[in-house]
């Protein structure tokens, strides 16, 4: 028997402790799956026999639990591109009040990355 460990920054509630364990459960020769959203961490115990550290390796990178989680972020660049994330607008009424909204595009996914979901979708879907 071996023993694996990663770390999966994607790995961040019980539904995703539920999934990963699913789909490493599945692999042959998987025998025991320690898998913890407070420490970010799946540790695997198999036959070496049967799977290797790169299978499941390549499981969890397909399934989106390992890498970083991408988030996209202001920078002062964008500003000075004209291609802003905060727009401000004052009202003559009132002459003193901002406010804040940021524009997202839908890509044909969630806008926070959650691994094991699908794209949230529409009443009229």
């Not at 789909?23 to 420490?39: C, E, N, R, T, W």
């Not at 959650?114 to 879907?125: A, H, K, N, Q």
């Amino acid at each position: 028997m071996q023993t694996s460990t990663f770390d999966t920054p994607a790995l961040y509630g019980d539904h995703h402790v539920t999934e990963v364990r699913r789909l490493l459960f599945a692999i042959p020769g998987v025998k025991d799956v320690y898998a913890s959203s407070a420490f970010r961490a799946v540790q695997i115990t198999f036959d070496e026999a049967q799977t290797s550290h790169e299978a499941l390796a390549k499981v969890l990178e397909s399934a989106g639990y390992l890498g970083e989680i991408p988030v996209i972020s202001e920078t002062h660049l964008a500003a000075e591109m004209g291609n802003i994330f905060r727009h401000s607008a004052v009202y003559e009424a009132l002459k003193k009040t901002v406010t804040f909204q940021q524009k997202v595009p839908y890509s044909g996914r969630p806008l926070w990355n959650c691994p094991g979901l699908g794209v949230v979708r529409s009443m009229e879907e």
